[in-house]
């Protein structure tokens, strides 16, 4: 099997966004150790006629239009004092990737006449499943041309006080080591 990298690029939101920091829940903080990684695989029709840089080009624009709701996904998870998870809203954007497969696989031999493979990998601390589903679906729609069904909840007034204020002031100058974050767990695949 061979792969060859076509191009990559960085997608910007298509509007500017809210800039700042977002803090993430409890919960968030607890999960965030890797990556969820989907990937979908799409067989072409026989009388599919879209060109690979038509598909490429769609689904560029429509994940631009879906940073502008889904703004947090175009920064970047950052740590602040104490160990805890921010996201740092600046609309830095997210990396696009395209490549070719050659492969001589039975099951992977359309994927030279056009198939299509979309992977993404995404910060669990940043998206459980539920809100990935929602955005995985809007993304769809923007691709099909359809307009945005559900805006996404990021409010975090219901999270009170955390992130509003810098971590330095919230803890006191010595704290027991039990309060301090658990050590980051590194994921190592054999």
């Given at each position: 099997m061979k792969i060859n990298l076509n191009g990559s690029c960085l997608v910007k939101p298509a509007q500017p966004t809210w800039n700042g920091m977002l803090p993430l829940s409890e919960l968030d903080q607890i999960r965030s150790i890797g990556y969820v990684n989907f990937i979908l695989l799409y067989r072409p029709p026989q009388e599919w006629f879209t060109p690979p840089e038509a598909i490429v080009e769609t689904l560029k624009n429509s994940i631009?239009?879906?940073?502008?709701?889904?703004?947090?996904?175009?920064?970047r998870l950052t740590r602040i004092l104490g160990g805890r998870l921010q996201i740092q809203c600046n609309g830095i954007g997210v990396p696009l990737t395209k490549t070719l497969l050659e492969?001589?696989?039975?099951?992977?031999?359309?994927?030279r006449w056009g198939g299509v493979c979309i992977g993404v990998a995404m910060s669990h601390a940043s998206m459980d499943g539920l809100s990935s589903s929602h955005f995985y679906s809007e993304w769809a729609r923007l691709a099909r041309g359809e307009p945005l069904e559900t805006?996404?909840?990021?409010n975090r007034e219901l999270l009170g006080d955390i992130g509003r204020q810098t971590r330095s002031a919230a803890l006191p100058q010595q704290h027991p080591p039990e309060f301090d974050a658990?050590?980051?767990?590194?994921?190592?695949?054999?």
């Open positions: 631009s239009k879906l940073l502008v709701p889904f703004h947090p996904l175009a920064g492969a001589t696989l039975d099951d992977l031999k359309e994927f805006q996404p909840f990021l658990p050590p980051l767990l590194i994921y190592i695949q054999n």
